[in-house]
């Protein structure tokens, strides 16, 4: 039987906006494989945030979820930031404050926790009794915001909302940690990389501190039209939120905060040892950032946007062409040993936090290796981890995600 999984996500179950999904960037997870119980984790509002003005969209305050650490994990910390996509402008910020995306009213009250995030050995063997956290996004400039709009009465606070859950989690037992690992999903993979030194900064050089970042390559790349719509759209993420004075000086010492925004520009200059995890194939930049409606307005893209059996024989060309830019992107920081790398040839997004991906009999694998595995190897200094893919479409493991067309 083969072990080739394809996923069919109803796009129904994201909310489309003016013709554009910039507000979502993670995908539906599924339902864990395991028999066992799940584990869901409730959520924690930070108390003193809002008079240090850290506060979502809409001026709420911001909240995390909490699963404490047990037996040899009890010092251990694996500190997880969401991810949910950006908003550029006043009309889609305005539509995200109303959402658990922009404010804690609408968060839900518990969540839960799998893959990378379960309290189970035979799910997650080298994380599963650490302290973990899910850090909720509320800000929509991946944790990097600074301003005020008082006539929209929209606060961009993402670097408060930042130090306010790492000051707490401090206070918690986290200044206590001997090993810790901050990681992220999409949009939260971004702000993993973004924060990845600034993290390391909290704790004493005697404390292993990692980074790992989950579907965070978002590439300055041209679109099917010759434009470069994440460009765009994430320039107005930057002028809109004023994120510039909060991002890696080492890149904004040289370059626009635009082209700082994009971790090609931010990973070879990280100090702190960096795992990049993703796909050659991203599903979310495949259908947002290379092959949008806007660049394809006679729809020769439509149906290889959201299925990819259906890609002719150009637009492979042009994935593989794509590919080859993911993999450039990441040529000097995998020169580091520190560094760690696993580069499949899959059509996903985010595979951290879905069991099917990060542990599990049928997981992606790269040379028989699964993320999960790879990720602890890394971790824990067991071996040095460069797994890049073959092309598409030589892998048989991939979970790729199938989506419906918009009528």
């Known amino acids: 039987m083969k072990n080739f999984l394809v996923v069919v996500v109803a796009v129904v179950l994201v909310r489309w906006v003016d013709g554009s999904d910039w507000n979502v960037t993670e995908l539906p997870s599924l339902s864990s494989t395991a028999v066992s119980r799940p584990l869901f984790v409730g959520l924690t509002l930070i108390p003193d945030a809002a008079s240090k003005g850290a506060v979502c969209l809409d001026g709420s305050v911001p909240g995390y979820h909490l699963h404490r650490g047990f037996g040899s994990g009890a010092n251990s910390w694996l500190v997880n930031l969401e991810g949910g996509g950006w908003c550029n402008n006043m009309r889609t910020c305005l539509y995200r404050k109303k959402t658990r995306r922009g ?3 609408y968060m839900e009250k518990e969540i839960q926790f799998s893959g990378i995030m379960s309290d189970k050995p035979e799910e997650n063997p080298d994380f599963y009794n650490w302290n973990r956290v899910k850090v909720r996004y509320c800000d929509g400039a991946s944790f990097t915001g600074e301003g005020y709009d008082r006539d929209a009465g929209i606060f961009f606070r993402g670097q408060r909302i930042w130090s306010a859950a790492m000051e707490d989690l401090l206070s918690k037992g986290m200044q206590n940690a001997d090993q810790t690992l901050l990681a992220g999903c999409s949009a939260g993979g971004l702000a993993s990389i973004q924060h990845c030194d600034q993290f390391r900064a909290f704790f004493p050089e005697s404390v292993k501190v990692k980074c790992l970042a989950d579907a965070g390559m978002f590439l300055d790349a041209a679109d099917v039209g010759g434009g470069r719509s994440l460009r765009s759209f994430f320039e107005g993420v930057m002028t809109l939120q004023g994120s ?7 890149c904004t010492s040289s370059m626009d905060a635009t082209s700082c925004f994009f971790p090609q520009n931010i990973v070879s200059n990280i100090q702190t040892p960096t795992y990049i995890l993703n796909t050659a194939y991203d599903v979310w930049q495949i259908q947002q950032s290379l ?3 806007s660049a394809d307005p006679q729809g020769y893209w439509k149906e290889c946007r959201f299925n990819y059996s259906s890609c002719n024989e150009d637009h492979v060309q ?7 830019q993911m993999l450039d992107s990441v040529k000097g920081f995998s020169v580091s040993k520190q560094n760690g790398l696993f ?6 997004h985010c595979q951290t936090e879905r069991q099917d991906t990060w542990f599990a009999n049928d997981s992606p694998l790269i040379g028989g290796k699964g993320i999960a595995k790879s990720v602890g190897d890394w971790y824990f200094d067991r071996s040095e981890e460069k797994l890049v893919d073959c092309p598409y479409p030589c892998d048989k493991t991939c979970h790729n995600l199938v989506f419906r067309s918009r009528k």
């Open 103 to 105: 404010s804690s009213y």
């Open 244 to 250: 510039a004075g909060n991002l890696p000086k080492t």
């Open 291 to 293: 092959a949008p409606s």
């Open 318 to 324: 042009f994935l593989q062409e794509f590919r080859k």
């Open 343 to 348: 580069i499949n040839s899959c059509f996903a």
